[in-house]
């Protein structure tokens, strides 16, 4: 069947692009979209994330990707975790509940994306009580209304501070004036899957834009999900029924008037877990967890006539975690011995920064900041509901500042010399400086080389150092050490002409007293402790192509080896290849498009020391706009040829490779009036 399933990948790839390359060309208007834009002029897009000031990502001192709202629509994306799938170097693990993002090899089991700093309009949207980036149907916004993500690979600590670690993810979100009123979708899927948003905006003048929008989802999941580890009668022979299902819904507004911008967001999702983590009772719907987000911030930015640009942000976010887990201390038969376990997490907190931006000359811009994060809540409280019984309950407060300075000097029209730092006090721990330095190099215009260094550093959050629930299988650790990460990376970027881009990456990075999810063989309790020195070497190739039919295609290849320093084994969870095969092909002028995907994922070493196989997936979508007028239609299918496969579990599982989802298919319609 795997051969038959790749011969059918090989056809239907070879059909595409001769119809790619055979298809009539098209004269297009530039109605201002991003579907008219060369490869040169989409790379050439601004980007804020990389350096806090708009900049081409060719002069950004980083490894930049940028995925637009139409590529979005036409592959079909649900999520973020879909479209960080299909980004070079990156990839996803699932275990029924979170959605964890892997970078260059590097994902760790037990770790709640911590890793990886996530933005939503430079807002950073990790919380404070696992500093957790939730990127699934967690993540607090519709996909609709993603204007484009800038992905910034590397150390960002230099201006980002805790978790710029491998990478930032910045959402750059749309404007009433992207929307222009009303537009409405709704959509239905495999595993009785059901949505809607409804979006509108208006630009009522030069100076002032409005947003408003709101989404809901409603699934029941796989009705039956098999898991070896629990084939035992007792268990309903391993199979977990209607326990995987997931809620949500979400609101975002968004006010901009002159240099002013407000913005604000509130979402909540539960979602079923079927796996039966920390011991709890299999096949039983009551154990879920609930995560409810909220932000709201502030922005102002002026610039002066003096080449000063002031940029300021105040904001005020909360989080709340509510996990429900079933325990059977007595005879797992019976029901009535049940007992509820009430896991809480509340999290509140504020802050503000202030940004100054000085041209001092055509060629010299330097910028300086200060920033303040007042945790005013960090609550974690677990027990028996009834009869009550209180296991756990730590409230902490904290407060972190930060000072940061970069320097950007164009030594000429071919030589960017970039250089920053930032020092981060904490309480727990003290200070840490983390420095940045690139060397951006155009010997030709379509040519760029870059030489980049840089530090990143992740603090122990407060579930790791505090949480300590032995009752339940798990202690604390306070005097666990931040991570320290180093990093050197070569880039090297061209253009081919108009129709191709290529891109070839090496680096090399060192991870000091890395927090790793372990149980104390003394004792049998989970902890996080600071276990492995890790060291790792890797390079990623890309191509772009684009051609005047309108076939657009990109295709990477990405090779890691991550490994422990002190045993010199590979680490858990890190495949060594990744590759991603992306077209988008017009069939009807600019109405109908078929988008493609191919993606494989090598072998990753489990935590008992087996293999989880490697990973073939296609993902094939249909997108057809103003057919009839207005109305965007779009049908998708993912994991085409029904693959099977899984990913790694961690500590909490019993499972040791966590099944993943066959084939599935989504139909949506979208309609702006």
Known sequence: MLTINRACRAAILALIIIAGLSAPSYARENTGDLTSLSLEALMDLP?????RFEQKASEAPSSVSIVTSDEIKKYGYRTIADILRSIRGFYVTYDRNYNYIGVRGFNRPGDYNTRILLLVDGHRMNDNLFNQASVGTDFPLDV??????????????????????????????????????????????????????????????????????SSVMDSKGRKRLFFQEFKDP?????????????????????????????????????????????????????????DIRGFMDLKFRHTFENRLEAAARVYYDYYNYHGDYVYDFADPLNPLQRLINKDIGEGRWWGGEVLLTRNLSERHRISAGIELRNNEKQLQHTYY???????????????????????????????????????????????????????????????????LYGEAFRAPNAYELYYDAVEIGQKSNPGL????????????????????????????????????????????????????????????????????????????YAFV??????????????????????????????KIFLGLEEQYGSRRKTLSGDDAKAIYVTNVTLFAK?????????????????YTYGDPGAEEHLQDIIEQDGRSFRLKLAYAF
């Open 47 to 51: 980007v804020y994330g990389a350096s």
């Open 144 to 213: 609709d209304l993603i204007g484009r993500i800038e992905i910034i690979r590397g150390p960002g600590s230099s201006l980002y501070g805790d978790n710029a670690f491998f990478a930032i993810i910045n959402i750059v979100t749309r404007g009433g004036s992207d929307l222009k009123g009303l537009e409405i979708s709704g959509s239905l899927a495999s595993h009785d899957t059901h949505s809607g948003g409804l979006n509108w905006g208006k630009r009522f003048s030069d100076d002032l834009n409005l947003i408003l929008s």
């Open 234 to 290: 007792a268990f309903n022979n391993g199979v977990a029924e209607d326990s995987d299902y997931d809620r949500s819904y979400s609101f975002f507004a968004k006010l901009s008037f002159n240099e002013i911008t407000i913005e604000g967001a509130y979402a909540s999702r539960k979602k079923g877990i079927p796996t039966a983590p920390f011991g709890t009772v299999f096949n039983e719907p009551g154990n879920q967890t609930t």
């Open 385 to 451: 509901e009834s009869p009550y019984l209180n296991i756990f309950e730590d409230n902490r407060h904290s407060t972190i500042w930060s000072l940061y300075l970069q320097d950007e000097f164009h030594v000429s029209d071919k030589l960017i010399l970039n250089g920053g730092v930032r020092y981060d006090h904490y309480k727990t721990f003290g200070g840490t400086t983390n420095p940045r330095l690139a060397m951006i190099y155009n010997p030709h215009a379509n040519m760029t080389f870059k030489l």
């Open 481 to 556: 050490k931040p991570e320290k990460i180093r990093t050197y990376e070569l880039v090297y970027e061209q253009y081919h002409g108009k129709q191709f881009r290529s891109s070839v990456t090496g680096f090399i990075y060192k991870i000091d007293n890395l927090i790793s999810q372990t149980i104390d063989s003394s004792d049998g309790l989970l902890f996080f402790e600071n276990k492995e020195d890790v060291k790792a070497r890797g390079v990623e190739f890309e191509l772009e192509g684009q051609w005047t039919s309108g076939l657009r295609g990109k295709i990477s």
């Open 561 to 590: 080896k991550t490994e422990d320093l002190q045993t010199g084994e590979e680490m858990s969870n890190s495949p060594r290849h990744l590759a991603k095969l992306n077209i988008l092909l017009p069939l009807l002028g600019d």
């Open 626 to 642: 103003n057919i009839i007028k207005s109305l965007e239609v779009s049908g998708s299918i993912y994991n085409l040829f029904d």
